[in-house]
């Protein structure tokens, strides 16, 4: 449960401590996606020594491969994948919402939707399609994206999935909507994201008593919808608000902006209990992670960071958006590690001129090496902004990241 330490006396940014049955995260922290129980490249051991405090895995492709049934048998997420660290898992509803209204409206990935600020054609897996999702008040029908089989995600359900799963914090079934649905399909997307967290928030209560899951002390996130709209935020917030979950999540679509997005939180997160956790799902830009901590969040995932890492961009302050791309040729014989001011393992042992070598090889290497780096860049950040809210200093270093 969460335990807040220090609020800032300029904003709603707070420090607290989340406790879980695996380990207490101090807060604000950032959540490393581990979609398959694994993070891209890293071995939990490796996560341990960069200072990740809690990973996100993937109802939807854990329940698809290897199932929730044999993760269960070897004991659990924990046992299954090694990391002794705090877990959450997502409930499938992004996947609901990507495989459904996503390939109908050619959005892609909670950190392109936002099509107000990046004027780019849709990559292959963005372009438009027809749906694999069918919703019903029941649930979510969806075919598998592995071999075409049909399944069937209802709110009850998805809680047994996560039980079996067992990690420390889990999140209801939702309905994300689009950036492009209009108000009306968003009002009745919400509602329905409220009556199913009803049932989901009953049928873990019926099952708390249940010795056989791995994980008896598991913690369950209500997750508030409404798009970008004023009165649905409102309303989602004070509906889910005021049902007896062990924490929240923002979720859905955040607008056509990250202006809109900041309005939203705004909207959003004075009505939620100031005693329970906030998390904002999809979300880790560096200028969104002072935005998100700044209005009062406490944890978020995306996976930006180490997907852009595979690709060959990785985070260095003095540059634009915090960012250098390593393929580009003015690195080919540039002695300089990363950043001179970064311990990780990567700066420690290697040159851009080299890491640039092994990326334009295609070596895999590259991808553990560079995703070492971007999660320690994240991991010294998030340090640094606790940090500042403890001193009172959160709006100086803000100032010094601003570019």
């Known amino acids: 449960m969460y335990k807040l330490k220090r609020q800032d006396k300029r904003s709603p940014a707070r420090t607290g401590l989340l406790k879980t049955a695996h380990g207490t995260v101090a807060t604000p922290a950032f959540v490393a996606v581990a979609t398959r129980a694994t993070v891209k490249a890293l071995e939990p051991q490796a996560l341990t020594k960069i200072g990740v ?3 996100i895995a993937n109802s939807y492709h854990l329940h698809l491969r290897p199932g929730e049934e044999t993760i269960a048998t070897l004991g659990g997420l924990h046992r299954f994948s090694g990391w002794k660290g705090p877990t959450m898992t997502d409930s499938g509803g992004f996947q609901v919402f990507s495989l459904g209204a996503g390939k109908e409206h050619g959005v892609g990935k909670i950190g392109s939707i936002f099509p107000g600020e990046e004027p780019r054609p849709p990559t292959k897996r963005e372009k438009q399609g027809k749906s694999l999702v069918k919703l019903s008040e029941e649930g979510a029908y969806f075919r598998s994206i592995i071999d075409g089989s049909e399944h069937f995600f209802s709110p009850e359900g998805v809680i047994e999935l996560e039980r079996k799963l067992g990690a420390d914090i889990i999140f209801v079934l939702d309905e994300c909507t689009s950036p492009l649905h209009d108000y009306t399909y968003t009002k009745g997307a919400m509602e329905r994201t409220h009556r199913w967290a009803k049932r989901a928030l009953n ?7 249940d010795a056989s899951f791995p994980n008896p002390d598991q913690i369950l996130y209500g997750i508030v919808q409404g798009g970008a ?21 923002i979720g859905g679509s955040l607008g056509r902006s990250k202006e ?3 309005k939203v939180l705004d909207w959003t997160i004075p009505l939620l209990p100031e005693e329970k956790a906030r998390h904002l799902l999809g979300i880790g830009e560096i200028e969104d992670i002072f935005a998100a901590v700044r209005r009062g969040i406490d944890t978020f995932d995306c996976a930006a960071p180490t997907r852009i890492a595979r690709n060959g961009t990785v985070f260095f302050k003095d540059a634009p958006r915090h960012r250098i791309n390593l393929r580009n040729s003015r690195f080919r014989d540039d002695p300089q590690p990363i950043d001179e001011t970064c311990n990780c393992f990567t700066c420690c042992h290697h040159s851009r001129a080299y890491l640039r070598h092994l990326c334009l090889a295609g070596e895999f290497s590259f991808y553990r090496l560079a995703t070492i780096h971007n999660l ?9 902004i ?7 200093t959160l709006d100086k270093l803000e100032n010094e990241w601003e570019n």
Do not use: P, W
């Open 53 to 55: 405090q809690i990973v």
């Open 203 to 209: 049928a873990f209560n019926e099952l708390a008593c």
């Open 229 to 249: 709209y004023k009165d649905l935020r409102h309303e989602s917030a004070t509906v889910i608000g005021g049902m007896d979950f062990g924490g929240f999540a």
């Open 260 to 262: 809109e997005m900041h």
């Open 376 to 384: 320690h860049f994240l991991v010294r950040l998030m340090q640094d």
């Open 386 to 392: 606790r940090a500042a809210i403890e001193s009172d």
